[in-house]
């Protein structure tokens, strides 16, 4: 649907010197206290209770209205079932970048990100 919509230049009204507004930030998609057979990002309080944390990196079209719409999204989880670091926003948005130029390498677009 947004390819649809930049491409009949239906959201053309809301760039910024040519360039879509394209918002890039983590979000918490689930939180729970049990582990699951889906590889998560684990947490563990200084109480000993563990947090399994499903989260993602997601990309948005932002406009000066507040409107916002979803433009791609690249999981934050373990990459390899042996590996000993845990995924982050870094290297999900390596990811991210390389689905947002496969789908929409011709839109000028400027990203912000924290």
Same mark, same amino acid.
């Given at each position: 649907? #947004?390819?649809?919509?930049?491409?009949?230049?239906? !959201?053309?009204?809301?760039? !910024?010197? *040519?360039?879509?507004?394209?918002?890039?930030? *983590?979000?918490?998609?689930?939180? %729970?206290?049990?582990?699951?057979?889906?590889?998560?990002? #684990?947490?563990?309080?200084?109480?000993?209770?563990? %947090?399994?944390?499903?989260?993602?990196?997601?990309?948005?079209?932002?406009?000066? #209205? *507040? !409107?916002?719409?979803?433009?791609? #999204?690249?999981?934050?989880?373990?990459?390899?079932?042996?590996?000993?670091?845990?995924?982050?926003?870094?290297?999900?948005?390596?990811?991210?970048?390389?689905? !947002?130029?496969?789908?929409?390498?011709?839109?000028?677009?400027?990203?912000?990100?924290?």
């Amino acid at each position: 649907m #947004t390819y649809s919509l930049l491409r009949g230049k239906v !959201l053309d009204k809301f760039r !910024l010197d *040519g360039d879509m507004l394209v918002a890039i930030d *983590g979000v918490n998609v689930l939180t %729970l206290k049990r582990m699951t057979d889906v590889p998560c990002i #684990t947490q563990q309080h200084a109480d000993g209770q563990d %947090l399994y944390m499903y989260n993602a990196l997601e990309a948005k079209i932002v406009t000066c #209205t *507040g !409107l916002a719409i979803h433009v791609a #999204t690249a999981f934050i989880d373990y990459q390899e079932p042996n590996a000993t670091k845990q995924d982050c926003e870094t290297k999900a948005f390596y990811r991210l970048a390389e689905i !947002l130029k496969n789908r929409y390498g011709r839109t000028s677009m400027c990203l912000m990100a924290d």
